[in-house]
């Protein structure tokens, strides 16, 4: 379960104080969350919640506006540093309407790597730059 008391120690991915606002509209509000490495989480809620803009934001696709985004103990962004999305170390796959319906999941993971084909594919095992999933 993700810890709620996060700090910037250990594995995985932690979130600080998290807040962002597009325009007058508070999206995010004092959020904090911590995701040990190889720990599946879900993100649920209605609708317009916040839950893309979290992940926009972990991902580096939306500039912080307030918080700490760590990753492995490394700050990603903070109200000083903001570390470009290409040297994140970090993937978004967007919801089904994003992918293409003819591939499959991994192949749709592929196309979008900017390493290309993930080694030893086999069986729903692969090997991706040098990391297993």
């Given at each position: 379960?993700?810890?709620?008391?996060?700090?910037?120690?250990?594995?995985?991915?932690?979130?600080?104080?998290?807040?962002?606002?597009?325009?007058?509209?508070?999206?995010?509000?004092?959020?904090?969350l911590?995701?040990?490495?190889?720990?599946?989480?879900?993100?649920?809620?209605?609708?317009?919640?916040?839950?893309?803009?979290?992940?926009?934001?972990?991902?580096?696709?939306?500039?912080?506006?307030q918080?700490?985004?760590?990753?492995?103990?490394?700050?990603?962004?903070?109200?000083?540093?903001?570390?470009?999305?290409?040297?994140?170390?970090?993937?978004?796959?967007?919801?089904?309407?994003?992918?293409?319906?003819?591939?499959?999941?991994?192949?749709?993971?592929?196309?979008?790597?900017?390493?290309?084909r993930?080694?030893?594919?086999?069986?729903?095992?692969?090997?991706?730059?040098?990391?297993?999933?």
């Amino acid at each position: 379960m993700a810890d709620v008391n996060a700090t910037t120690q250990g594995d995985g991915i932690v979130v600080e104080n998290l807040s962002h606002s597009f325009g007058a509209n508070r999206v995010l509000e004092d959020i904090s969350l911590s995701i040990r490495t190889r720990e599946i989480v879900t993100l649920l809620g209605p609708s317009g919640c916040g839950k893309t803009t979290t992940l926009r934001l972990i991902a580096g696709l939306e500039p912080l506006q307030q918080g700490r985004i760590s990753l492995d103990g490394r700050v990603l962004a903070d109200g000083d540093l903001n570390v470009p999305p290409e040297e994140r170390s970090v993937s978004l796959l967007f919801q089904d309407f994003a992918l293409f319906p003819h591939l499959t999941a991994i192949d749709n993971v592929i196309f979008g790597s900017a390493t290309g084909r993930p080694r030893n594919v086999t069986r729903g095992r692969f090997t991706f730059s040098g990391r297993s999933a």
